[in-house]
Nanobody, 111 residues
Framework: AQLVESGGATVQPGGSLRLSCSAF????SLWDMRWYRQAPGKERE????????????NYANFAKGRFTISRDNAKNMVFLQMNALKPEDTAVYFC?????WGQGTQVTVSS
């Protein structure tokens, strides 16, 4: 099994990014998925959750109202739309599912 994230970039405060995560080697549509992030010098923290059928989503408090998790089971992909980005959102973002982690994608929010 493998997860591959993409879409990280450097953006200005207030900007938006859409992260993608492609899944390989397992039946993606049967598994809940999550996004996490890890900022420099800090522990990894959970960002968002989506159930296998997309019927349930949950967000960390800092993500509510700004981030949206979604998935496309036909394409074996999960997404994280991030709006109104803040410098404190700077981190490496990881997707997780099927007890598997991706390598992460760097998001930097800076003017």
């Amino acid at each position: 099994a493998q997860l591959v994230e993409s879409g990280g970039a450097t953006v200005q405060p207030g900007g938006s990014l859409r992260l993608s995560c492609s899944a390989f080697g397992f039946t993606f549509s049967l598994w809940d998925m999550r996004w996490y992030r890890q900022a420099p010098g800090k522990e990894r923290e959970w960002v968002a959750y989506i159930s296998a059928t997309e019927s349930t989503t949950n967000y960390a408090n800092f993500a509510k109202g700004r981030f949206t998790i979604s998935r496309d089971n036909a394409k074996n992909m999960v997404f994280l739309q991030m709006n109104a980005l803040k410098p404190e959102d700077t981190a490496v973002y990881f997707c997780e599912g099927f007890n598997t982690w991706g390598q992460g994608t760097q998001v930097t929010v800076s003017s």
